[in-house]
């Protein structure tokens, strides 16, 4: 699956390629589930244009399934074994993925390659997000954008430490939510809930983020994830300065810059949590891979709690 042509969702197109050859260090993965996450959606609109992507690039980043063949220099023990893969900033969007073995993670038995594609790429973004933040015993935290991915397991490892508020767009995803440890719950303008909070958690971005810079409390942090809704406004950081006397930081966060070391430690942990019934995933729907259109479709549209799954 390819993006043909910048924008809509319809501009993805089905093509032929040749079947892919694992190079030293890599393998190939036969995926049994890709994860639809949102920098695919941002990518396919043409948001990130500037970071060099253009047409004919393969969105995905993660699948899961068995590894099918193996590169020079790679342990052919890997053979067979059911994996989680990280494929950069795209290439997941396919019948055999390539991925450099540094880049899998072995799935613990009772864990579904639809499970792990929910939590594998999103849940270590949501731990190092609370990290930078510093959050403490106590504090509050509102999870901006809590309905996808990284907003679901954020708010539950938010919940372990003190009051979780969450931001979402119907009662309906409200509910689901303090099902998962939110106490609050308020609209996506921000309106209802507590008057500040100590920690925010923002996968949305977009032209209303200065307007939660108000909602923090003295010494408050938000830290900022994902650019769902687009960049916010380039002066922004004016809120921080005219807010001076109360100390607010305004931070972001890219797996890019965590240590390869500390990230395979926090997905192998929550794995296996995970598998335990720990920390629950949501897969919000299962796709043919032809359909990504629709799955874009759908995350344009907001109609997604959890994660969309593509299957080929």
Do not use: C
């Amino acid at each position: 699956m390819i993006i043909e042509e910048f924008g809509a969702p319809d501009g993805l197109r089905v093509v032929d390629r040749p079947e892919p050859v694992a190079g030293p260090g890599q393998v190939v993965v036969g995926p049994e589930a890709i994860g639809v996450g949102g920098v695919d959606a941002v990518i396919r609109r043409g948001t990130l244009a500037g970071y060099g992507f253009t047409t004919g690039h393969v969105p995905g980043s993660e699948v899961a399934g068995p590894v099918v063949a193996v590169g020079d220099g790679v342990d052919a023990a890997w053979l067979g074994r059911r994996v989680w893969a990280f494929t950069g900033t795209g290439g997941g969007y396919v019948e055999r993925a390539v991925a450099a073995v540094e880049d899998l993670e072995p799935l613990p038995a009772g864990l579904s390659a639809q499970d792990a594609v929910a939590l594998g790429g999103s849940g270590p973004v949501a731990h190092f997000a609370l990290d930078r933040a510093r959050l403490a015993p106590g504090e509050s935290v509102l999870v901006r954008g809590a309905a996808g991915s990284i907003g679901i397991t954020a708010v539950q490892l938010a919940a372990v430490v003190g009051e979780v508020a969450v931001t979402t767009s119907s009662p309906a995803r409200g509910d689901r939510l303090r099902g998962l440890g939110a106490t609050h719950v308020l609209d996506r303008d921000g309106r209802g809930g507590p008057a500040g909070f100590d920690v925010i958690v923002d996968v949305v971005a977009g032209p209303d983020l200065p307007d939660f810079l108000d909602r923090l409390n003295p010494n408050g942090r938000m830290v900022a994830v994902g650019v769902v809704a687009g960049p916010p406004p380039a002066d922004f950081g004016m809120r921080l300065i005219a807010a001076l006397r109360r100390s607010l930081s305004f931070a972001t966060l890219s797996l890019d810059t965590v240590p390869r070391a500390d990230t395979v430690a926090v997905r192998a942990a929550q794995f296996a949590a995970a598998a335990r019934g720990e920390l629950r995933t949501v897969v919000h729907d299962v796709l043919p891979l032809e359909k990504a259109a629709l799955a874009h479709a759908r995350m344009d549209a907001g109609e997604v709690f959890g994660r969309i799954v593509l299957t080929p």
